[in-house]
């Protein structure tokens, strides 16, 4: 006679999550912007202080410094500059400016520096474009 099994209880099967293609080749054009955008900053003089810099308010792409002036850097890639330019909305603004007063508050040597929000758009088949002073935190 063959022996059966008994039931057992139902467990959570326990599965890794796949990501989709698309959020992975979206988010391997997002790392090679951001190196792109780090590496204009470096041959413009700044030195990268941080990169994605995680807050519970959002992301910072690249903090950087040249002098006396801390930038905080949000980086943008689309299929055009144009599209990049308009994908900084004015809710992200509030996050990144959000996201900065952490990472000041983190950093307070860095508090009496100049302070500047920035943007540099990345698109197929051109240079990167560096916006100095894309936004201020009175918006």
């Given at each position: 006679m063959a022996r059966t099994e008994r039931a057992k209880p139902d467990k959570p099967v326990k599965t890794t999550k796949t990501a989709a293609p698309e959020h992975v080749a979206a988010f391997r054009t997002g790392l090679s912007a951001e190196a792109r955008a780090a590496a204009l900053l470096i041959a413009k003089g700044y030195r990268i202080l941080a990169k994605r810099f995680r807050t519970p308010h959002g992301e910072i792409d690249i903090i950087a410094r040249k002098r006396g002036l801390v930038a905080f850097v949000e980086v943008k890639a689309r299929a055009s500059l144009d599209e990049a330019a308009y994908a900084v909305t004015p809710r992200q603004q509030q996050r990144i400016i959000d996201a900065a007063q952490a990472w000041l508050m983190a950093h307070p040597d860095h508090a009496e520096l100049?302070?500047?929000?920035?943007?540099?758009l990345v698109a197929p088949r051109s240079l990167p474009?560096?916006?100095?002073?894309?936004?201020d935190a009175s918006t």
């Open positions: 100049e302070l500047r929000f920035d943007a540099i474009r560096h916006l100095i002073a894309a936004f």
